[in-house]
């Protein structure tokens, strides 16, 4: 349980002050323990903010894979709208995700060639995740013959776009921009029964 106060008041901390404004002091008063004893958990700042960064790792593709599996009757389509929303509303306040994104553009240098190869890395998958739904939304007719790996990267870069801008976002306008957007790009994508 130490470990995890550790982890989440050293997110709290990383995300709001920086990696280079948080010291070990700052982690130690937060979690209300002495300076030693946090030394006893971890060897320094530097191997605190890994395991923060690495726990983030594995919530996320907990998240995703969450996300990804739908195995409801839904269609492709319908799925794509899901994970739209999902993914969205799951960067709405949520510090592992401003922790992420200011690390992503701002690491610290002793790690910014593995934040920068693990974000790679997830990215791709979960853009594999969603070419496989339009592949399957092709193979059924739902969704044009375009090459699904090329609607899978907008999707993407729509989704990741959307939730850039969500901190900008007051509750009650969120739902409706989703739908909104969302529903653009699926009519877009969309076989019409009229097409070959």
């Known amino acids: 349980m130490k470990k ?5 008041k ?3 901390l990383f995300a709001t002050k920086g990696y280079f404004g948080t010291s070990m ?3 130690a008063q937060a979690v209300g323990i002495k300076k030693a004893s946090l030394y006893s958990h971890y060897a320094g700042k530097e ?3 890994s395991a923060v960064f690495d726990s983030i790792l594995e919530d996320y593709g907990r998240f995703i894979n969450t996300l990804t599996t739908l195995d409801h009757p839904e269609n492709s389509l319908e799925k794509l709208c899901k994970i739209f929303s999902g993914y969205i509303k799951n960067c709405r306040n949520n510090m592992k995700m401003v922790f992420w994104d200011r690390y992503y553009y701002y690491p610290p ?3 910014k060639d593995y934040i920068q190869q693990k974000t790679y890395e997830v990215e791709m998958d979960l853009i594999d995740k ?3 739904i339009i592949e399957a939304g092709i193979r059924e007719n739902e ?3 375009i090459p ?4 899978a990267l907008a999707f993407y870069n729509m989704m990741i776009g959307f939730a850039m801008g969500i901190k900008f976002y007051d509750e009650r306008g969120i739902d409706k921009d989703i739908s909104r957007c969302s529903a653009v790009f699926i009519e877009g994508i969309k076989h019409n029964s009229d097409e070959p």
């Open 4 to 8: 995890e106060l550790i982890l989440s």
């Open 10 to 12: 050293a997110l709290d």
């Open 25 to 27: 002091e700052d982690i």
């Open 47 to 49: 191997n605190i903010f």
């Open 109 to 111: 240098e002793y790690l």
């Open 130 to 132: 969603i070419q496989k």
């Open 143 to 145: 969704i044009k013959s």
């Open 148 to 151: 699904a790996s090329d609607i």
